[in-house]
């Protein structure tokens, strides 16, 4: 179901400010992520240890959280710091997972092995760009996160989902090469001199609403997908086009929900900030009023069963995302076969 | 839990405009139901054969289903017509159920065996009045449908659960008889020179309220019943009476699910078309008001486990419904033999 | 999951107006509490045993209970005293369980062995109070019964749960002891001139709020808890104490939802009636605010498991808790023993 032996993008990291916390579930595990006084982030079970409840419907103060049931402290090491009732026992301390801030996000290992955070995927464009030109946010979805990543992969649903926006027709029309490398996958689209998506025709100063188009979507385990969009006047692509990265990281709840989170920049939204909300809205308005109901509605219809075992029709279109779909599949099983030895 | 060999009346026919489609969950089947723009009508699997999702969230022109998703396109023969991706193959196609339109109303046989439309329940009286003197509709409801089944298979309950309307004793009164013809089972309920049930007694200019009474009822496979309902002052039943036919539907959505569709007619309002919302509306409320919490409630109770399990206490007035569970199970019994070889 | 052979608190007994009923799930089982005219209470399945529908939809009438599907009724004794439909046969009659009202409410036995009423958890402590001073009523919860009662064996929580009325850290400080007497269990928490309660505080004619308490709680299966609180100002707990007596009775509705009834009973209530709304509301607005929000998380985390096998961090302001928990689990092995004989 899930791969343990990974970086979860949790949180944007200022989702937990200096010395307060934040109750998650990720991958099925209920986590508190901790920030102490001095900014230092962890990550802890959200469970007290002695009654079993929520940590997170307690308190915290520079990063000391108290359980809000019978009072027993832990600092974000995990360490119980204060035991009203008696002696603090080993029993009472809580185990940390690895937690990792980058690229302005929390990353967190649920796995067994040692954790590596040269694997944290690479998101540095967010880092490239000022604050205040970051267009991200997060959105809870009653979607397999597996069917989000399909999504993502396989972007000619762009043409009908969202056919009067970033549709028409070009995504389908365009030439896609899916390659893996290493342990990620990165599918291309490109197409030359062709009718753009609204969306992009609406940016250019073109009658014919003609260009040429490229699109990028490298993936990475578990679910990170980065995503460089580019397109230009007919021949202008290499001289003058205009740009953008965006980051799709569909990180588990439970089995069938997931938190989405998005990261998206441009050359446009970089040289005027003010825009960022609208297209914020924009983007939230697209996932949520197009891509949601779809995805949510095939987690229904799979209800739990294996995908592969409803024998889906594959088309070409599909190649990047089953090159995921296998290359994950595998990755869990090489990590359940370590787990039987 | 469902038969398969059978015929189910899976909507009215006005429920599907010419070129239009109507998606519904039948017997556990996700179904879509496709009119072709001359009218004719074909029974689908409402899921994409590529990304396994309702073709119901997506367009219908003209008989033509678009998927939503990634724009695949279907005729209502359950051939791929239009595939942007990539070559259509023999797996992008849609096997389509039987599907027929008889009595004003749709039938589709989700068996493996041959479709008979010979086999086709005989509602036949719906035909014999025109349009504007039908009353029916569908009523959803949370119940199992071979509950709702045995409700209509023993109408003595109207004494008890509609005694203002339908009620008063005279069903409990009546001498009943049933018998099995075939595959089918019929039961007759006769009172002479009793008290009417208060609704019918409105209608006969009597002081005293009584009157001959006929009310036959007959089962057909799944959950199809028939009933006339006849009434007259003494000795008048023959030569004067108010004469009803009533079909109640119950087609089984899922295994607690269960989709009611009935058409009334009768002598009164086919003399009077202009009555027939307000008997519509009195239908509608009996059911809704007095029928369904009950069975509902009794649902629950039972809660997916075997009927005859919970050691029910038998009455002589279950004659007829413990007939066509019995013959129903055998049905079953036998199809699922069939499959087993 | 439910001990059988002990006697459940399922309702007040002003709950059940004389010849009326009232349905109500207790330990899973659907029960229907009837009284008769002469004001005699019984208990009988709330089940029709003709279509296992609820009975407790129908009519009562001076006791007598008709089923509001096909008119059968049933006396107190579980007698069917009318069957429209045919002969009153034995398969028609409900079997009572044996139910006894005492302490102005209304106790059932679900086991298998004899009733010993002598075995009904005394709270004789209402009978002492006139009824204008009782200040009861039922709750309803989404927790397991036995969380309920661990909280409750546990009162340290009230020094965290409660922090602003009931806590401050007494019930920490507090010497605690722990004892189990034949099949019941009594904690006792004492303090000599420490910092009272801020709501006991507030009682006393005191500059700093000290003073002396006590804490007696005693359990008894399957759920019942009887309390004693006294408070004084230093030294005077012998001869000038405000006391009270509280009954906190968890009876378990479904494995994961509960019924709590509780009965408070003071000194200062029976002095002024008037101020018994204002105390009532104090006490739901104590356990819905604080008490239920925690231990309905709680239930949602342990999700169904053992809790034994979730290994808690035992501390010894459990000792309560865990010695009711171990003797509990002791009494159903027994039982569930005796079964397999």
Tied chains: 1, 2, 3.
């Excluded at 209920?30 to 240890?49: E, H, M, S, T």
């Excluded at 796995?111 to 694997?119: K, M, S, T, V």
């Excluded at 990047?320 to 787990?339: F, I, P, S």
Aim: net charge negative; hydrophobic share 45%; with cysteine.
């Amino acid at each position: 179901m899930f791969l343990r032996n990974c970086w979860y993008l949790a949180a944007w990291s200022d989702e937990i400010a200096a010395g307060d916390m934040l109750g998650r579930q990720i991958a099925g595990a209920f986590l508190l992520f901790v920030r102490d006084a001095d900014g230092a982030l962890a990550a802890l079970p959200d469970q007290c240890p002695h009654r079993l409840v929520p940590l997170s419907m307690g308190k915290c103060a520079s990063g000391i959280v108290e359980c809000a049931y019978h009072g027993l402290r832990f600092a974000a090491s995990g360490h119980c710091v204060t035991n009203p009732h008696g002696p603090v026992t080993s029993a009472l301390h809580l185990r940390p997972w690895p937690c990792v801030e980058r690229h302005s996000a929390v990353w967190v290992w649920l796995g067994e092995a040692d954790a590596d955070d040269g694997a944290i995927p690479d998101l540095g464009f967010i880092d490239r760009v000022p604050e205040e030109a970051r267009v991200y946010g997060r959105l809870h979805s009653t979607a397999d996160y597996r069917l989000m990543t399909d999504n993502i992969m396989d972007l000619t649903h762009a043409d009908y989902l969202h056919a009067s926006s970033l549709g028409g027709g070009i995504n389908t029309r365009a030439r896609a090469e899916a390659v893996q490398q290493g342990d990620g996958v990165t599918i291309t689209w490109t197409a030359s001199n062709d009718r753009l998506a609204p969306l992009h025709a609406g940016f250019l100063d073109s009658e014919d609403g003609r260009g040429d188009f490229l699109n990028i979507v490298t993936w990475m385990a578990p679910a990170v997908m980065r995503q460089r969009i580019a397109f230009a006047l007919p021949g202008a692509l290499e001289s003058a086009p205009l740009d953008s990265m965006t980051c799709h990281v569909m990180t588990p709840e439970t089995a069938g929900t997931t938190h989405y989170f998005f990261c998206h920049t441009s050359d446009g939204v970089t040289a005027d900030p003010a825009i960022a909300p609208q297209v914020h809205d924009a983007l939230v308005a697209a996932f949520a009023g197009e891509d949601a109901p779809m995805l949510e509605a095939q987690t229904r219809r799979i209800a739990g069963r294996d995908f592969w075992s409803l024998k889906p029709a594959l088309l070409p279109s599909d190649k990047g995302a089953v090159m995921v779909r296998r290359l994950l599949d595998r990755m869990m099983a090489e990590e359940n076969k370590g787990l039987e030895q």
